[in-house]
C-alpha cells in the first residue's frame, strides 16, 4: 500500500512540475501567421476554388497505406508462438510484397515525383 501511496503521489508531482515548467519556460511569440484563422498558408478571404493538387492526396493514400501496413505488422513478434508460426510469416511475407511490389510500380510510374 505504501509502495502505491508513493508512486501515486511521485507521478502526481512530476506532472505538476512538468506543467508548471512548461507555463512558465513556454515561448509565447505570436506572428500573424499564428494568429490567422487558418495556420496552413492559404488566404481566407480568396477563392475557396483555388485549384489543388492531386499530389497531396497520393501521399496521404501512401502514407495511410503503410500506417496500416505497421498496424497489421504489430502483432508478428508473438507469431512465433503460435501453433503454426510458419503460416503466420508466409501471409506477413506476402503482405508485404504485395506493399513493396505496389511502392515500386508507383515509383517506376513516376507518382511519387513531387514536381512534373
Known sequence: MNMILFMLMTS???????????????????????????????DPLGSARLPFSIRFFLVAILFLLFDLEIALLLPLPWATQLQSPTTTLLWTSTILLLLTLGLVYEWIQGGLEWAE
Open 12 to 42: 502526481l508531482t512530476l506532472s505538476l512540475i512538468l506543467t508548471a515548467l512548461n507555463f512558465w519556460l513556454a515561448q509565447m511569440n505570436p506572428d500573424p501567421e499564428k494568429l490567422s484563422p487558418y495556420e496552413c498558408g492559404f
